[in-house]
């Protein structure tokens, strides 16, 4: 797992030099958002649950996926859809903590599409879901806030794509 300073520090050290003024640049970045993204953080697990129920309401209720036949029907694959989604938030939390994203493709999206594909739990409900949550999130953690997590339910999306 990489995270902002890491990432720049590395870039740096391939080429044996100082950071230049980008790369000061992009730290700074970092540092000036720590503060809101340590709140975001806080603000999103202590509303975790809520936040994958609004999203499964707004995106996956009452679809073809939910119904008899779809892949989140009976409480053994609902459960798995619900858990899949905590996960996604989780570790977008994690991902926005860091400022990188590379945990999401370590722990999350390696192989995923795979196992989803032999499952036939279909990536574009799974990708509408995120998305809802990504909505849900970010009217609950407010403008700036909501930018920092967007990037990592995108890159979560765009993963599974
Ligand atoms: C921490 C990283 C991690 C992830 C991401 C993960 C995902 C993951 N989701 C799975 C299943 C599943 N995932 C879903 C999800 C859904 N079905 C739908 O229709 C919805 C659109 C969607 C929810 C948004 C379902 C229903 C299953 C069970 C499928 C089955 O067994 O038939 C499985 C297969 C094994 C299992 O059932 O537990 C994995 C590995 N596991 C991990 O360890």
Redesign the pocket.
Same mark, same amino acid.
């Given at each position: 797992m990489q995270d902002a300073i890491t990432a720049v520090i590395n870039s740096a050290d391939v080429q044996g030099k100082y950071l230049d003024g980008s790369a000061m640049d992009k730290l700074k970045g970092y540092f000036e958002t720590g503060e809101l993204r340590v709140r975001a953080a806080s603000v999103i697990s202590a509303n975790a649950a809520a936040i994958v129920r609004d999203a499964?309401a707004k =995106?996956?209720l009452y679809s073809d996926?939910?119904r008899p036949g779809?892949?989140? &029907?009976t409480t053994?694959? &609902? $459960? $798995?859809?619900?858990?899949?989604?905590d &996960?996604?938030l989780? &570790?977008a939390t994690y991902a926005m903590l860091a400022g990188d994203p590379s945990i999401l493709d370590e722990?999350?999206?390696n192989?995923?599409k795979e196992?989803?594909n032999s499952?036939?739990?279909? !990536?574009?409900?799974?990708v509408? =879901? !995120?998305q809802a949550m990504k909505e849900v999130t970010g009217a609950l953690v407010g403008p700036g806030a909501d930018k920092e997590m967007g990037v990592y339910f995108d890159y979560t999306s765009s993963g599974l794509s």
């Open positions: 499964v =995106a996956l996926v939910t779809g892949n989140m &029907y053994r694959r &609902y $459960a $798995a859809c619900i858990r899949d989604l &996960y996604f989780r &570790y722990r999350v999206l192989g995923l196992t989803y499952l036939g739990v279909p !990536i574009s409900s799974t509408q =879901a !995120i």
